[in-house]
């Protein structure tokens, strides 16, 4: 199952298409703001739970494996962290242009490395 941008899924099923997977692969849903799970079919509502119910029970063995092999507050801590809907998980906040390329500044500035001077005329 994969995710992908309403505006994006044809392009996505045509990729699938043309390497064999389209008698495999149909949309089943969309993401919606009330952070709830609903399974149908036709009309007929096969399941429905919160968001957060399922991930919980989606990530208790991980979680009880983490509190074992690290700090267990820790542990304990991000596990209740799944209960706040506004939490956007593992996140980076960049304070600089990753595109940016570092080295030009420095690239060209200084000549090579001078050979040591006894090493200069030494043969192997």
């Not at 995710?3 to 997977?21: F, M, S, Y």
């Not at 983490?66 to 542990?75: E, G, T, V």
Request: proline letters at 8%.
């Amino acid at each position: 199952m994969i995710q992908v941008k309403a505006d994006a899924a044809a392009t996505v099923l045509g990729c699938l298409r043309e390497v064999g997977l389209d008698l495999c692969s149909h949309i089943v849903g969309a993401p919606l703001a009330d952070q709830h799970i609903r399974i149908r079919s036709g009309s007929a509502v096969l399941l429905e739970k919160p968001r957060i119910e399922l991930q919980r029970a989606w990530s208790e063995t991980s979680y009880r494996m983490q509190a074992l092999r690290d700090n267990p507050d820790c542990a304990r801590q991000a596990f209740d962290a799944l209960e706040d809907p506004h939490d956007p998980g593992l996140h980076a906040h960049l304070t600089f242009d990753p595109g940016e390329n570092v080295a030009a500044p420095y690239v060209g500035r200084r000549p090579s490395p001078r050979r040591h001077p006894a090493r200069a005329g030494a043969s192997t």
